[in-house]
């Protein structure tokens, strides 16, 4: 009886514990949700119940900005070319921060720390000290307003920080897993792809991930060389609604935000167990 009595009083233990659990859970969820929910509510307004100084508690359905969004914006457009240099950049970023983060944590050579250094210390560089430079540097090119000078921007601006989590995951790899694959006469290039990007994968995903979103919110560089709505992206189609004869469109800058974050909402739940183990795994090492 008494045996039973204790493992009955675990079972209660136990349940209100999971219920403790999935209460805070719960509410750091809601918390989480009610902005994007927020969002959305005011996206599918009208108008003139968002700027009315008195509160509307049961606002009507509309779908007003939307029909402005395809009628006299093109917002496909918008879309599709912040898809192309956003995932552009994050492409070559990938293809050159992964052998450059492999030779910095694997190489004995002079300076490799300074050089590490100096490589994060131009993530801290304020923008625009750089913006006119790059400016004649893409009209020198013919690359003004277009995706592809996008594409090298983003890539420059988050290479150096992509490089630097990656090769932060490199150093936790054991050097042992190397000299056997050196032992069996591996190379280098390919103990790399086979052996060290494997092992690395969830940090990879991080820094792409991570990438990605500073790509995608990047505003400076876009409206300097993307001068027509032929290069915007959806970052600078905001600013379209912010001003002008129509005063500010919130339901439409509402609307606008939410199709700029849902993809990377998605794309975060979709690889949300490699994202979890690489924001866990390992420190990142001087």
């Keep these: 009886m008494p045996q039973t009595l204790k493992t009955a009083t675990k079972r209660k233990s136990r349940g209100e514990s999971m219920l403790l659990r999935y209460l805070v859970l719960g509410s750091w969820a809601a918390c989480c949700l009610l ?40 917002i496909a457009q918008y ?10 950049s994050v492409i070559i970023d990938l293809a050159l921060a992964i052998p450059a983060a492999y030779a910095l944590s694997r190489y004995e050579f002079k300076g490799r720390e300074d050089i590490g250094f100096y490589i994060l210390s131009t993530r801290m560089m304020a923008p625009a000290i750089v913006a006119v430079p790059i400016f004649f540097l893409f009209r020198s090119m013919g690359l003004l307003d277009t995706v592809w000078a996008l594409m090298l921007v983003y890539a420059a601006i988050n290479l150096s920080l ?33 052996i060290i990007v494997p092992a690395c994968l969830p940090g990879i995903i991080t820094a792409a991930v991570i990438a990605t979103i500073f790509a995608i919110n990047e505003f400076l560089f876009t409206l300097l060389i993307a001068s027509t709505s032929k290069a915007y ?49 390992g420190a990142v090492k001087g």
Excluded: C
Excluded at 50 to 74: C, E, K, Q, V
Excluded at 170 to 175: S, T
Excluded at 245 to 265: E, H, T
């Design 35 to 74: 902005p994007i929910l927020w969002f959305l509510t005011i996206a599918f307004r009208p108008r003139t119940e968002i700027i009315t100084p008195s509160p509307i508690y049961w606002p009507s359905f509309s779908l007003d900005a939307w029909h402005l969004l395809m009628s006299d914006w093109p």
């Design 79 to 88: 879309m599709r070319n912040s898809f192309f240099a956003v995932s552009g």
């Design 162 to 194: 992509v490089t630097w989590i990656i090769r932060s995951y490199m150093l936790d790899i054991p050097k042992e897993l190397e000299d056997a694959a050196r032992t069996d006469g591996a190379g280098d290039l390919r103990i790399l792809w086979e």
């Design 233 to 281: 992206t959806m970052s600078v189609a905001l600013a379209n609604f912010t001003g002008g004869s129509d005063g500010v469109i919130y339901n439409a800058i509402a609307l606008v935000s939410f199709l700029a974050f849902a993809p990377i909402l998605i794309l975060v739940i979709l690889i949300q167990k490699h994202l979890s183990r690489g924001l866990t795994m």
